[in-house]
Structure formats: C-alpha cells, structure tokens
C-alpha cells in the first residue's frame, strides 16, 4: 500500500489510462468520492459529444482518464497533502502557498504522474486546474473544469443551468463558471485562488476580444 492510501500498480499506466485502469483506482478511494468521478466523466463526455455534433473533435481517451482521476487525492489529509509538495517541489510549484481547498487537484496531478505514470500533459493540466482554471484553459481544461462545476449530483440552484449552458457554448459556460465561483468565494469570505482571477480575465478577454467591461456588463 502507499503512502496515498492506493495501491500503486505493478506496472505503470500506459500514457492514456484507459477505463480499466482508472476503475481499479477509482475503486481504492471513498466511495462517494468515486461516484462523483463517474459523473463528472458523464458530464464530461457529453459535452464532448455536444462539440463534435459542431465540428470540434477531442480525445474521448484524455476526457474519460481526466475525469476518472481528477479527485484521486480529494480526501487526503492536510499533512499528506503538503508531503506531496515537499517531497515533489519542482512539480508542485507554489500549491502549498495557495488555498487549501484547492491543493488536492495540484495533489491529484502529481500522483498521477508521479505514482501512476500518467505523463500526458493536457490530462495533468485538466486534472490540476479543476477547481481553479488557469490562464490559458484548453477544451479539455474547461470541460473538466466545468463537469466538475456541474456534475450531476450537484444540486445547487445554477447546477443545472450550467449543464445546460455547458452543452451549448463551452467557453461562455466557463466564464459563467469562473464568475460564479469567485462571487460565492467572496460572498462567503473566503480566499480566491489567483489562477482563479487570471483565469477568469483571460477567458473573457478571449471570448469578448477587446470589449470594455462596460460593453460587457451583463454578460457572464
């Protein structure tokens, strides 16, 4: 057994883990928090399905694999949490500096590639900015990001508003997610994550090109 609570695989996992894989992980963290996963990969593959009615084909592999781990450290302890960053400093950054309840996607990133071989950068990337976004946000990033946000056994009055929105316009659903998070963090007083901010600002910038905040006071 490791010292994450999951038992590390004899081998490690192949590039993009595939659903077997993921499952006998999921299968070694709290039940809840595997039923979670596996609704945060429905969400997710639906708004992959709604892309691709449009054009826009992703990694089917990379979503379901994201998904699946994006919560692996989710019920770590704070000191289990923080011997992760110490012992994996270059990889961890600044997580310990930021909010804690942010740390277990940073966490969940660096077991995975660390502990699992999970070496594909856009499901690191996914799998470490769920909770926050950051700068820059992939498709993949945001529909994580957002299933996580919205998944299907949230049952906060926006939830299903932002499924909605989700399955028709990802990028204006992401900043309608951001927004929302950071107003309830503030409402509650509670610290927001500077990548939340930054990505925040870049998406609207994105999605709004150069139009002032008065053009587009209203808008999400």
Not at 60 to 69: G, I
Not at 170 to 177: K, P, S
Not at 209 to 215: A, F, I, L, N
Request: proline content about 5%; some cysteine.
């Amino acid at each position: 057994m490791s010292q994450t609570g999951m038992q590390p695989g004899a081998a490690l996992l192949p590039r993009i883990p595939d659903e077997s894989v993921c499952s006998t992980l999921l299968a070694q963290i709290p039940p809840q928090v595997a039923a979670h996963s596996r609704a945060v990969q429905r969400l997710a593959l639906e708004m992959c399905d709604a892309l691709a009615a449009h054009g826009v084909r992703l990694n089917r592999a990379l979503l379901s694999a994201a998904a699946l781990l994006h919560d692996i450290a989710k019920e770590l302890p704070r000191d289990r949490l923080l011997q992760i960053f110490t012992e994996n400093a270059i990889i961890a950054g600044n997580a310990a500096q930021r909010p804690a309840p942010v740390w277990h996607g940073a966490a969940a990133a660096i077991l995975a590639q660390t502990q699992y071989g999970v070496d594909d950068g856009e499901i690191l990337s996914a799998i470490r900015c769920h909770t926050t976004g950051r700068p820059g946000m992939t498709k993949l990033d945001k529909i994580i990001y957002l299933a996580d946000m919205a998944s299907y056994e949230r049952t906060y009055p926006e939830a299903e508003q932002l499924r909605r929105h989700a399955l028709a316009d990802l990028d204006r659903t992401a900043i309608e997610g951001l927004g929302l998070s950071i107003a309830w963090l503030k409402a509650g007083g509670k610290p927001v994550d500077e990548e939340s901010l930054l990505a925040y600002a870049d998406l609207r910038a994105r999605y709004y090109g150069g139009r002032t905040s008065e053009q587009t006071a209203g808008e999400p």
